[in-house]
Nanobody, 118 residues
Framework: VQLQASGGGSVQAGGSLRLSCSAS????????MGWFRQAPGKEREYVAS????????YYADFVKGRFAISRDSAKNTVYLQMNSLKVDDTAVYFC????????????WGQGTLVTVSS
């Protein structure tokens, strides 16, 4: 599976961005798709994930109520809608894929930079 993330950019605090992650090489049916981020000087952290088949969605506490993950099966694409962005959301955002429950996220996209200014 090849993953291509896009949609990053610069935005002021309180603004919104939508990230996209397009999967190719095979269908991701049955996979769990996730978003992670890595801020400068910090370790990569989990943001959100979605189970492709049953649409179950999970979020890190720090994005609940602000971010929403979704997927478009026809386009083999997963999205991360980010609202009410904060300066602390500044990071490189990565999409990743897991073959399912119990499997690690072992497919990764290249990352897209999100910069939130005050």
């Amino acid at each position: 599976v090849q993953l291509q993330a896009s949609g990053g950019g610069s935005v002021q605090a309180g603004g919104s961005l939508r990230l996209s992650c397009s999967a190719s090489g095979r269908t991701v049916s049955g996979y769990i798709m996730g978003w992670f981020r890595q801020a400068p000087g910090k370790e990569r952290e989990y943001v959100a994930s979605i189970s492709w088949n049953d649409d179950r969605r999970y979020y890190a506490d720090f994005v609940k109520g602000r971010f929403a993950i979704s997927r478009d099966s026809a386009k083999n694409t997963v999205y991360l809608q980010m609202n009410s962005l904060k300066v602390d959301d500044t990071a490189v955002y990565f999409c990743a894929a897991s073959r399912g429950v119990g499997f690690p996220f072992d497919y990764w996209g290249q990352g897209t930079l999100v910069t939130v200014s005050s």
